[in-house]
């Protein structure tokens, strides 16, 4: 994560989400103060990602599991 704008969300699971589209990287922070970046992330999935009803249903339907992702923060 370098540089990336992080917005809050209302989730349960996630306080803040950023994309870089140059990188189609994907920066989640979890409430637990870990933070990952998701590779390859098409901008058209963040987008419905930030639009989702339930950002913690769309995460794990749609980001989950589908793309290559790191810990950048926080225990591991």
């Known amino acids: 994560m370098s540089g990336v704008t992080l917005h809050p969300v209302d989730s349960s ?21 870990k ?7 098409p901008q058209e999935v963040y987008e419905r990602f930030l639009a989702a009803s339930s950002q913690g249903s769309f995460f794990r339907n749609e980001i989950d599991d589908c793309y290559e992702y790191r810990q950048v923060r926080g225990r591991r």
């Not at 933070?35 to 992330?41: A, F, H, K, Q």
């Open 13 to 33: 699971m996630m306080s803040h989400i950023g994309y870089d589209p140059a990188s189609k990287t994907l920066t989640i922070l979890f409430h637990s103060g």
């Open 35 to 41: 933070l990952y970046d998701y590779d390859g992330v």
